[in-house]
């Protein structure tokens, strides 16, 4: 089993609908949470840090937090052709940084 | 600008020729990591630095070496390359070590041949 599984894709959803992405983790030890986004032949740039149960909001983007269930989640709220890209879910424990594979969102206008 | 820089951004090289890929930030950043990213693996861990002479494996080590006698480098050394360590490296730092708030350089396309 990964440490890190995200929901297969690749994500497509029309313009100024929600994006859903999600992630599920083994570590029980992780204690920080976040999302990267990647666009193609770039690097990765982190978009929202979650670190307690519940909602963190940042403008179109929510994470949700679920440590009992081992789950992260990511909504992105009127999806834009330019939120188009892989998103990472990844986990922090002691230092090391795992990552998940990744789901590529599609935003058609 | 603050900003994680890696050179160089592409290399082929052979076989067993070593080779060295530095990272620098000017964010005095604590931590600092070294990363593979792989079609169909994902990001992985190579090396990571909590501290100036402070380095821990990560989870793909094999074949890597690194040092972190500044605070504001951290180079990734192949000794000996091999073709599977073809791959896109990134180089990333965050201001607190053991936080995974990353910033990340732009990448090195490496290509063993």
């Known amino acids: 089993q990964k440490e890190v599984e995200q929901n297969s894709g690749p994500l497509s959803v029309p313009e100024g609908a929600i994006a859903s992405l999600n992630c599920t983790y083994s570590?029980?030890?992780?204690?920080?949470f976040f999302w990267y986004r990647q666009y193609s032949g770039k690097s990765p740039e982190l978009i929202m840090s979650?670190?307690?149960?519940g909602d963190k909001e940042d403008g179109r983007f929510t994470a949700q937090l679920n440590k009992a269930s081992q789950y992260v989640s990511l909504l992105i709220r009127d999806s834009q052709p330019s939120d188009s890209a892989t998103y990472l879910c990844?986990?922090?424990?002691?230092?090391?940084?795992?990552f998940g594979d990744g789901t590529t969102l599609t935003v058609k206008p | 600008e603050a900003q994680v820089t890696q050179n160089p951004r592409y290399l082929i090289t052979v076989t067993g020729k070593k080779l060295t890929v530095t990272c620098s930030q000017n964010?005095?950043?604590?931590?600092m990591s070294w990363y593979r990213q792989d079609p169909g693996l994902g990001l992985r861990q190579i090396y990571y630095?909590?501290?100036?002479?402070?380095?821990d494996k990560g989870d793909v080590p094999e074949g890597y070496k690194v040092s972190r006698k500044e605070k504001r480098n951290f180079p990734l050394i192949l000794e000996s390359p091999s073709p599977n360590q073809t791959s896109l490296y990134f180089c990333?730092?965050?201001?607190?070590?053991?936080?995974?708030?990353?910033?990340f350089g732009e990448g090195s396309r490496l290509t063993v041949l």
């Open positions: 990333a730092s965050s201001l607190f070590k053991g936080s995974g708030e990353l910033f």
């Open positions: 630095s909590m501290n100036v002479e402070v380095t």
């Open positions: 964010m005095n950043h604590e931590y």
């Open positions: 979650i670190y307690s149960n």
């Open positions: 990844a986990f922090t424990n002691a230092g090391k940084s795992t």
């Open positions: 570590d029980r030890g992780s204690q920080s």
